[in-house]
């Protein structure tokens, strides 16, 4: 799976892409209503490319890291931020292997914009769930956003799977409890509708 991301995004340049977004406004909407400090680390969990980095450094925040399974869409993310790529912690790793970041500990801020629905086996979505399980510390969020289930079926040819608001719920566990949910339309660069659901989970138990 590795092999099939580091080709895709080395083939298709950050703007291009069917999720592209030059600023993430839902998901820094998100982000503001947990209201964290700006010390809280947030990790952008299958960050790869995305701006939604770019956009916390703006806004103070201090603490970051960014996770995928593609060095090559981190390396992407790392050159256009220049010398303030040195403020983020880059990992690359995969969110089905449950063994992955290691390193990470005390996240106040786990954010997972159309990742996890990519894992479609069901083994796999128990390890990103433990991972998120070992590294959210108590009291800490999930910001979750997939395809929703009026969305598309899939994406960067590969399958998804389509989540609403309970689903990702059931993928975290009863540790999570639901803070906000709600529907965003995200217009693709091509133009194409694709329905996402965003949530905001908070760990209510240890
Ligand atoms: C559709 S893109 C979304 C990127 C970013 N979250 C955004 O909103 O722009 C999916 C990302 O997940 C990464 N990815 C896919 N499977 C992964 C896995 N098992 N572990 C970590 N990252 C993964 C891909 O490399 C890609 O960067």
Do not use: K
Not at 8 to 26: C, L, V
Not at 99 to 112: F, Q, T, Y
Request: aromatic share 8%.
């Amino acid at each position: 799976m590795q092999q099939h991301w580091d080709q895709f995004h080395a083939a298709t340049p950050a703007d291009r892409t069917g999720f592209w977004e030059p600023t993430p406004e839902t998901s820094l909407r998100v982000v503001e209503h947990a209201g964290l400090a700006a010390d809280d680390l947030i990790l952008d969990a299958g960050g790869g490319a995305s701006t939604f980095v770019d956009s916390l450094l703006e806004r103070g925040h201090t603490n970051l890291a960014v996770a995928d399974i593609s060095a090559v869409a981190l390396e992407r993310a790392r050159e256009r931020l220049g010398e303030r790529a040195a403020l983020v912690r880059w990992l690359t790793a995969d969110l089905s292997d449950a063994s992955a970041l290691p390193e990470v500990r005390d996240v106040a801020l786990w954010h997972d914009r159309a990742v996890l629905h990519f894992l479609t086996a069901a083994e796999d979505r128990e390890a990103y769930s433990a991972i998120v399980d070992r590294v959210v510390r108590p009291g800490g969020y999930a910001a979750l956003a997939a395809f929703s289930l009026t969305g598309a079926e899939a994406c960067c040819d590969l399958p998804v799977r389509n989540y609403d608001a309970s689903m990702l719920g059931e993928v975290l566990g009863p540790a999570f409890e639901l803070v906000e949910a709600f529907d965003h339309l995200y217009i693709n660069p091509a133009g194409d509708p694709r329905p996402y659901v965003y949530t905001l989970f908070r760990r209510v138990s240890a």
